[in-house]
């Protein structure tokens, strides 16, 4: 399977606005995690952007999942790139 980064952006008032869908953001992530999807996944310390690595079949898997997350469907994530990555080291 390919791997791919994702490289988003967060929402002005992150900390208070992710709150109520918090639970199942980490619920999905973890879900991904135990089937290997989702190798990590992140905020950058200044909460403005996100940083994710997934292995996957398609590029297309990939934002479905990211589609499919609390955060992107209620504006937690503002947007995103999806490329494929090569895990040279």
């Known amino acids: 399977m390919a791997k791919y980064v994702m490289w988003g952006s967060y929402c002005e008032n992150v900390l208070e606005k992710r709150e109520p869908f918090r639970q199942a953001h980490l619920e999905g992530l973890a879900?991904?995690?135990?089937v290997g999807t989702l190798i990590t996944l992140g905020p950058t310390e200044d909460l403005?952007?996100?940083f994710g690595i997934y292995e996957a079949d398609s590029e297309v898997a990939?934002?479905?999942w990211i589609e499919s997350d609390p955060y992107?469907?209620?504006?937690?994530?503002?947007?995103?790139?999806?490329?494929?990555?090569?895990q040279a080291f």
């Open 62 to 64: 990939v934002r479905q």
């Open 72 to 86: 992107w469907k209620n504006g937690i994530w503002t947007d995103y790139e999806v490329h494929a990555w090569i």
């Open 48 to 50: 403005k952007k996100v």
């Open 31 to 34: 879900a991904q995690k135990a």
